[in-house]
């Protein structure tokens, strides 16, 4: 086309694409370049505004490295991470919800009744349940990845001060398809914002918190694996997660439990804990491979 007008330019880009262009990426691209030529002419974008947000991409990508996400935490708090998460999880079973940046592999096993929170202060949480099918049926055999923020409201990878596979741990369950573990209740934390999405964030007037939150990966054979976390029901940021990441069937309630009815057997902290603690009680439902 020799004569491109501000009209015509999303077809003419249209007719560029060569004949052996792989047929999804052709479709990605002609919606994505639709919807961004559509909103420079809805939003009637000017030079200024444009460069800033070249500025902006270049900002994402210099704090970038192996640790830094820029871009997914990007996508995390423009919602696209928790979209495309949605779209794609199926309608049964527990809900997933984001993955974050900050699950490392090679976590330790953590034995049924394992504790998580060593030498760590904070209040005692006792997260246990069932992993199960749709059914009702225990999954044996089912492998649940656990990670969490330390009390200063740190994960391992952000804090020098703790040890890599400071609270990350691997269950396997039993014939009973239970899981348990003891661990300190985790806290409200803040998404990385001393970089360019921060700007973003304060510009449109909003905060970085996220609700407190227990991360779990669910893998079985045979089952979708489920990525998701569980939120305490009291979590002041709960309906304003800078993330999108609640859903309802994963916000649960820790219940406090009286001084001195610490389960006496079965947990490594079993005969430790004389106060009151917390207990968290939440079954896992898997769905079936293909379904
Ligand atoms: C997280 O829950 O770990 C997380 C998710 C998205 C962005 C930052 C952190
Ligand atoms: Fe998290």
Known sequence: MRHVTKDNITDVFMGYFGP?????????????????????????LTHEEWRKGIEFLEAAGNISDAE????????????LSSLVDMLHSSPK????????????????????????????????????GTIRDEDGNPIEGAELDIWQTAPNGMYSSQDPDQDTYSFHGIQTTGPDGHYGFTTVKPVSYTVPSDGPVGDILRGSGRHPWRPSHLHYIVKAPGFRTLVTEIFPDDDPYLDEDTVFGVREDLVMTYVEQPAGSFPSDGYVLSGKVDGTWLLADFDLVLVRDGS
């Open 20 to 44: 052996d262009t792989d047929p999804r990426l052709k479709e990605i691209l002609k919606s994505l370049v639709t919807h961004l030529h559509d909103f420079a002419r809805e939003t009637n």
């Open 93 to 128: 079973g527990t809900s997933s919800s984001v993955l974050g940046p900050f699950h490392i592999t090679g976590a330790p096993p953590l034995a049924i009744g394992g504790d998580m929170r060593r030498d760590f202060g904070g209040e005692v949480l006792l997260a246990k």
């Open 68 to 79: 830094r996400h820029e871009f997914v935490l990007l996508s995390d708090v423009l919602g």
